[in-house]
């Protein structure tokens, strides 16, 4: 059920159907490589939401875009909006969605760049008591079923390379360019920074120093029947996380006691 999609009238009762819970896709508009559009992360996470919510009914707020991606600033058409922005227009935005009755929020998050953030904004959950609870599932990050893990061909794949080359060949596949897909290395890192990040050392222009065009991996071997299935197993992980999270009573209980000793 998209939100945009319904009528007022309709609301309390996907509210209902949704068992008060509300997936809201974060990606963000950046550049990716020369043969993908700048929307691929809003794509990917409208459809993975789309086919979770198939499985595991759930209200799917509209797109939010507005996110981490100050990295990009450098190369046209990216959107980097101000970072204490973000997490005012986020906090806003989950307490309007909570006002509306659906009092748990999952955080479907499809844009690399957002992996400190989604955990941080989980964290300040607790600066002040609120009647709804922020889950952050990955399912992303979870194992893949093992036929679909074993069909990627390329080792090195961060970024519009051929997982995120695939899935928009599976649900968009006339915004795919591949006379645009380069023939040489260009999506391999340059390390410049290698010695830092060799000793794990974190810093905020290493993806700028590793891939300055916004492509990391190679997207040749990409198919859309790779995508395909990519997303018919994401989308099950993310359902049995919907599950899980419909069937707990916890976070929220805990929530309050935690609150109720703050003062
Ligand atoms: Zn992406």
């Known amino acids: 059920m998209r939100w945009e999609d319904l009528t007022g009238d309709e609301f309390p009762e996907a509210v209902k159907q949704a068992e008060s819970v509300c997936l809201l896709p974060l990606s963000c508009i950046e550049r990716h490589g020369h043969h993908l559009p700048l929307g691929t992360d809003m794509f990917i996470g409208r459809e993975l939401c789309r086919r979770a919510a198939q499985l595991e009914p759930a209200v799917i707020f509209p797109d939010f875009f507005f996110t981490q991606i ?33 009092k748990k929020i999952v955080i479907v998050n499809t844009h690399g760049g957002n992996d400190h953030l989604i955990h941080y904004f989980a964290q300040i959950q607790l600066a002040s008591r609120r009647d709804y609870v922020v889950y952050v599932p990955q399912p992303a990050y979870q194992a893949e079923e093992s036929s679909t893990a074993a069909q990627w061909e390329t080792a090195i794949d961060g970024h519009a390379g051929e997982r995120e080359t695939s899935m928009i060949l599976a649900i968009r596949p006339e915004l795919v360019r591949p006379g645009s897909l380069p023939a040489d290395d260009e999506g391999m890192p340059l390390g410049r920074l290698k010695p830092l990040r060799d000793q794990d050392t974190d810093l905020g222009i290493w993806w700028y120093a590793d891939h300055p065009t916004h492509y990391c991996g190679d997207g040749r071997p990409a198919t859309a029947q790779k995508g395909e299935a990519w997303f018919t197993d994401r989308s099950r992980t993310l359902a049995k996380a919907i599950r899980t999270i419909k069937d707990d009573k916890e976070a929220r209980r805990l929530q309050d006691e935690f609150f109720g000793k703050v003062g």
């Open 70 to 102: 100050l990295e990009a600033r450098h190369v046209p058409g990216v959107v980097g909006i101000e970072p204490e922005l973000i997490i005012r227009l986020l906090e806003n935005t989950c307490r309007e969605i909570a006002r509306n009755g659906l």
